[in-house]
């Protein structure tokens, strides 16, 4: 469950392709339920202890699913980290999954076993954390592990693994340094925070610090930081108190306590005086940023400025989304967020100039709009909306235990930052109880000082990010949303009073067995159709009061006419912007009330039109959706203001290397006819978005979006007889368009495959983008577990042949995979790798060796099948614990016409799988000929490519 926080931020980084929810425009439409009932509806109870060491242990029981989250936070991050040493708390959290004195393989070797999910590890400034979920009868193998590497582990590093996750981590920081505004982390910290505070420098760290991170060092780092006494674990899920004691004890009771961590001296700086500052970087429009450094989580003022922040540009209804946006359209997007730390935070408010416009006229309309705010402060139904809409994120992740944001992320981050595993409570009280005048007070009183206005303009880079991350004297600062690694956290944690447990020494000769584990148990479905003839398709989940409702249509990218490219995307951002009956802002205003989210997104195959509501307002969250569906207004004035959008999000998406991999792989495996051989984001092309009309969507809208190509699926707290009674009451009554239905053309035929290398040149990037892939004679439907078995164990999961050879072996990439694509007509097989870009020609040589072993003489070995056999077994449990999990679930039984208990026979189609079984798959799909597209700088990889055989073609994605 995230913590209100985040959730300013996450809010801001967000695109309005997010619709509405829900409505209250009329009088006769029900009241939103109450902020207070709502806050009263989260809870975590939790019970505490702490062990003779200081390893403080907090239980939350939930008996829903039979799986356990497991969480170990640990009170360092990069703030504690000396001059010299940026990066180092990061690239020790790598050095953990490395394996330890007693489990000396990778981390992920057992935990896959035994069908773990959600395990990963992050870095902040704050704290370092590592979590994994897993089934109830492998939490003693989960706590051997955890315990192994906070008590077991120096011995288990060694020189070797050390350079090699020095490569890993250097290539995670050129990944992220590569796409646009991947410098823009360094921006932020290093010019709110003045050099020496602990927050300046990056926690990816520097180059430079990481090329002298010596094996003595990172062993002292373990030593100094890595205590239990400066850990706080979490376990949350289907246990009880009694049994954590007994289980904790048992494995981390003879891990001896470790030094006092001090924590560094800290404050919330004010620059001396306003400061500016200009970078370009491959970026599709100018973006001003104007930023504040604001107080930790633990001060008062936190959540009113986090507040303030999104009424000021993180609602869909925003001060600035009304103002820069919708009524005098200077803008193409607008943003506002303020993100806590445990010490200190920072403000963001950021608006993408809108092309032709004079970005000083934007700049100057933003400041305007910042001091109106200031001067005017939040009305109570602006502070309104905005608590609603918070929680009821809230509510909803309180049907998750772990992962990133589970019910376990929310009691560690309260007991480490503010000794409370509660905290949230205390948030969310002050949530409830903020005022205008509050609020008003608060903004005034932080953003009122002098600001950093940071300009990003399009133009080639004047530096990379080599030299950027460490401790820098000039001007400073870091980015907006945090990265994979830094995940927000917080506190300290002092002993309980209760009583001492017995210190045990665990048996740490071999790996715990695991107990027996519970078998899936997929919820019912259940079917109904309303008036018109709509299928329902309903599964009930009674875990939170929450319903999730996705009307899908048989429609999807693929239906876009290839001579209008875009036309769906544009569509679906036209939609957003109000119905025959609200506007725009009347309708964000109304899901707001209710705290409904409304999302109208597609894939290849299938747009979808995606509800949350809360329960009491179910109803009212129908009739908006409905509404949203049925009677786009397709504004045409609104039309060129989603236009330009789109035209934005096109021109960044040319600057993204994934992204330009992508555009030119797809046309050139199925051919530009084909109606999957199309750029796979559906933004379609320059031409084709700027001469669409406002006729031409509704008449797409009429084909496509329609009672007779609809099928509506639910899952939440509700009966099949009472949802489909207001769904009757909401579609019942739609009827179909006179225009005829649209059709897709997969009778196309795919083009033979021609081996060669298609190169796009962009210059100065310090990792080339690889793809390869080819269009597979399978289709979504078939029988295809034997073949997805194969593409895990060859590059299908961390595990997996292709990543362990070039992230964990060679250190070239900070991770690379193959997939099999998810759609209903052929399939693709494409293999995905950003290398460093003196690597490129090696690593594509690494790929055509590692392929050719597996289909050759080489193929699936036991170890490999009992692996993927008993993951793919045992994570099932833990891939339904949520109703959006259940969601998914029934629509893809539908959509690739599966039995009910499709996902409860799985285990036993796993089970009979053997090595030649999956052998013969793998031999007969992904043999033959690969198309290569490669995104780097020419100039360093185009000599790297000859010796490969194959003939190399300048490419340009198609626009």
Do not use: C
């Not at 400041?367 to 200031?374: G, H, R, V």
């Amino acid at each position: 469950m995230p913590a209100f926080r985040h959730f300013a931020l996450a809010l801001a980084a967000s695109t309005s392709l997010v619709a509405a929810g829900p409505a209250l425009a009329k009088a006769k439409e029900a009241a939103p339920a109450p902020i207070a009932d709502l806050v009263k509806a989260v809870d975590i109870p939790y019970q505490s202890f702490t062990l003779d060491n200081g390893l403080r242990v907090i239980v939350h029981e939930d008996r829903k699913a039979p799986v356990v989250a497991v969480s170990v936070w640990y009170r360092v991050g990069s703030k504690n980290e000396p001059a010299g040493k940026t990066g180092f708390a990061h690239l020790f959290e790598h050095l953990m999954f490395n394996g330890s004195e007693n489990s000396p393989g990778d981390f992920f070797e057992p935990l896959q076993q035994v069908g773990a999910t959600d395990s990963n590890g992050t870095t902040n400034v704050d704290r370092t954390n590592y979590f994994e979920t897993v089934p109830t009868g492998a939490l003693d193998r989960a706590l051997f592990l955890e315990s192994d590497r906070m008590g077991h582990l120096l011995g288990a590093v060694t020189q070797e693994k050390l350079d090699n996750q020095r490569g890993v981590v250097q290539n995670e920081k050129r990944q992220g340094d590569n796409n646009p505004y991947g410098l823009l982390r360094y921006e932020i910290f290093e010019n709110l925070f003045p050099k020496g505070h602990p927050y300046h420098h990056s926690t990816i760290g520097s180059m430079a610090d990481l090329n002298s991170a010596s094996l003595a060092d990172v062993k002292k780092w373990f030593t100094d930081n890595y205590g239990p006494n400066n850990a706080v674990l979490v376990l949350a899920g289907d246990v009880d108190v009694a049994t954590a004691k007994a289980k904790v004890t048992e494995w981390f009771g003879d891990i001896p306590r470790g030094p006092q961590v001090k924590a560094p001296e800290t404050s919330v700086p004010t620059l001396p005086a306003p400061f500016a500052k200009e970078v370009k970087d491959l970026v599709p429009t100018t973006r001003l940023y104007r930023m504040w450094a604001i107080p930790g989580l633990n001060d008062a003022d936190a959540v009113p400025l986090q507040m303030a922040a999104t009424v000021l540009g993180g609602l869909s209804s925003s001060r600035l989304d009304n103002a820069m946006v919708r009524k005098d359209p200077v803008a193409v997007s607008v943003g506002a967020g303020a993100q806590t730390l445990e010490d200190a935070g920072f403000l963001i408010v950021q608006a993408d100039v809108k092309p032709g416009v004079d970005p000083k006229v934007v700049g100057d309309k933003l400041d305007a709009e910042i001091a109106k705010f200031l001067a005017e402060g939040p009305t109570a139904d602006e502070l309104q909306r905005a608590a609603a809409s918070y929680l009821g994120g809230t509510i909803s992740g309180l049907e998750s235990v772990g992962g990133f944001g589970g019910k376990a992320v929310t009691l560690a981050e309260g007991a480490l930052y503010s000794n409370n595993p509660a905290y949230y409570k205390v948030e969310l009280d002050r949530l409830a109880k903020a005022t205008p005048e509050q609020v008003k007070a608060v903004a005034q009183k932080w953003m009122s000082r002098p600001v950093f206005s940071l300009t990003y303009t399009p133009g080639e880079r004047t530096e990379g990010g080599e030299n950027r991350g460490g401790a820098v004297t000039a001007e400073k600062v870091t980015g907006i949303a945090p990265d994979r690694y830094w995940n927000p956290a917080l506190g300290d944690v002092g002993p309980d009073t209760g009583a001492a447990w017995a210190t045990s020494f665990a048996d740490r000769s071999q790996l715990p067995a695991v107990a027996d584990l519970t078998a899936l148990d997929f919820p019912a479905i259940e079917r109904a159709k309303l008036k018109n003839g709509i299928e329902v398709v309903f599964a009930r989940r009674t875990t939170v009061p929450t319903v999730q409702v996705a009307v899908s249509f048989d429609a999807g990218y693929a239906a876009d006419p290839h001579n209008a490219l875009g036309t769906q995307s544009l569509m679906l951002s036209l939609m957003d912007e109000g119905t025959t009956r609200r506007d725009s802002i009347n309708f964000a205003e109304a899901k707001e009330r209710l705290g409904a989210q409304i999302d109208g997104s597609a894939t290849a195959d299938e747009t979808v039109f995606s509800l949350f509501a809360l329960k009491p307002n179910l109803s009212a969250s129908l009739g908006l959706l409905a509404d949203y569906i049925r009677n786009p207004a397709f504004d045409g004035k609104e039309l060129e203001r989603v236009r330009a959008q789109q035209l934005n999000r096109l021109k960044s998406e040319l600057n993204n290397p994934n992204a330009i991999a992508n555009r030119l792989l797809m046309p050139a495996l199925y051919g530009a006819d084909h109606p999957y051989g199309i750029p796979p984001s559906g933004l379609g092309t320059t031409a084709a978005v700027t001469a669409a009309t406002r006729d031409q969507l509704a008449s797409f809208h009429s084909a496509w979006i329609r009672p007779d190509n609809a099928r509506i699926f639910v899952v939440g707290d509700t009966t099949l007889k009472d949802v489909t009674k207001q769904l009757d009451a909401a579609f019942g009554d739609w009827k179909a368009s006179a225009a005829a239905k649209g059709t897709k053309h997969f009778e196309i035929a795919v083009p033979a495959q021609k081996p060669r290398i298609l190169l796009f040149d962009r210059p100065k990037s310090p990792q080339s983008v690889i793809m390869a892939g080819k269009v597979l004679t399978a289709k979504g439907s078939d029988e295809l577990e034997p073949l997805r078995a194969a593409n895990d164990i060859f590059g299908g999961n961390f595990l997996s042949r292709f990543n362990m050879n070039l992230r964990e072996t060679k250190g070239w990439s900070y991770g690379v995979r193959s997939r099999i694509s998810n759609d209903k007509d052929r399939l693709t097989w494409v293999a995905i790798a950003p290398v460093q870009a003196d690597r490129t020609g090696d690593s594509i040589k690494e790929f055509q060796s590692d392929l050719k072993s597996f289909l050759g003489d080489k193929g699936v070995t036991g170890e490999e099948l009992e692996r993927t056999v008993n993951g793919s077994v045992r994570e099932l449990p833990g891939s339904f614990e949520t109703s959006g999990d259940v969601l998914g679930g029934l629509r893809q039984i539908v959509k690739f016409g599966r039995a009910d208990d499709y996902y409860e026979t799985l285990p036993k189609t796993y089970e009979a799988m053997t090595t030649a079984e999956i052998d013969a798959a793998a031999r007969k799909a992904l043999a033959g000929d690969l198309v290569y597209v490669i995104v780097g700088d020419a100039a360093v990889v185009k000599p790297q490519l000859d010796g490969l055989g194959l003939p190399v073609e300048i490419a340009t994605p198609a626009n």
